[in-house]
């Protein structure tokens, strides 16, 4: 690996300053002091992944040798568990709190969850611990993903965050599990298949739905209030 690979460690830990910052000093959001804890079990949720990590391995050896092998393993083996890990996250330790009102709050500590998790699997991804060695531009990959994992927690936050306001929780919860689980296999999908023009639609469409989606949050909140 170049020092190019080397700072895209780099990238998650400076997205959590500045979130921090910026709810610090931009919002006036009762939740800093959760912000560690959220960081905090976003890393742990790579444990998921490793296990499934570790299972595809014992079952294929690492030969993804055909298409519907590799869509199995990037939906399930990767995005599942790791999404899966993050709702959990969310779930028991944030849903519950008096602070959590609704979508803003849903989507802050699901970002934080997300980066926490982005900040432990971009080094792995980079030695080849998780994912699969066909990732084209892996340095792309290694910076982008980050950014993409903030996209999947607006996905996640924004539905759970809904689960608060609305009677349908359970709708929610898993509206907002299986979109975060689509984009994040769309995302590495992208990369496996070498489509650049798959890629540059996905990334305009990520950032559309991001704005869409904190949007619609930010309207809720003014409501509520």
Do not use: Q
Not at 25 to 54: F, P, Q, T
Not at 97 to 125: D, N, R
Not at 129 to 152: C, K, M, Q, S, W
Request: net charge positive; proline share 2%.
């Amino acid at each position: 690996m170049n020092l190019y690979t080397y700072l895209s460690f780099a990238v998650s830990p400076l997205l959590i300053i500045i979130g921090a910052l910026y709810l610090r000093y931009g919002l006036s959001l009762k939740i800093l002091r959760y912000l560690l804890n959220a960081v905090i079990l976003g890393m742990l949720c790579i444990l998921l992944v490793l296990l499934g990590e570790y299972l595809a391995d014992m079952r294929w050896r690492g030969e993804l040798r055909n298409m519907r092998r590799m869509a199995f393993y990037v939906f399930v083996i990767v995005a599942f568990s790791a999404e899966f890990a993050k709702l959990i996250s969310l779930r028991l330790s944030f849903y519950k709190l008096k602070s959590f009102e609704g979508p803003i709050e849903g989507i802050v500590y699901s970002t934080f969850i997300g980066l926490g998790y982005a900040m432990i699997a971009v080094p792995l991804f980079a030695y080849g611990i998780i994912g699969t060695n066909r990732i084209h531009e892996l340095n792309l990959f290694l910076y982008t993903y980050p950014v993409a994992n903030v996209v999947f927690a607006v996905c996640m936050g924004f539905f759970i965050g809904m689960g608060k306001l609305r009677k349908n929780v359970f709708i929610d919860n898993i509206t907002g599990l299986f979109v975060a689980i689509f984009f994040h296999g769309l995302f590495y999908f992208s990369f496996i298949t070498r489509d650049e023009r798959l890629l540059i639609f996905t990334g305009v469409g990520f950032v559309l739905i991001a704005i869409i989606f904190i949007s619609r949050a930010i309207k809720l909140r003014k409501m509520k209030d």
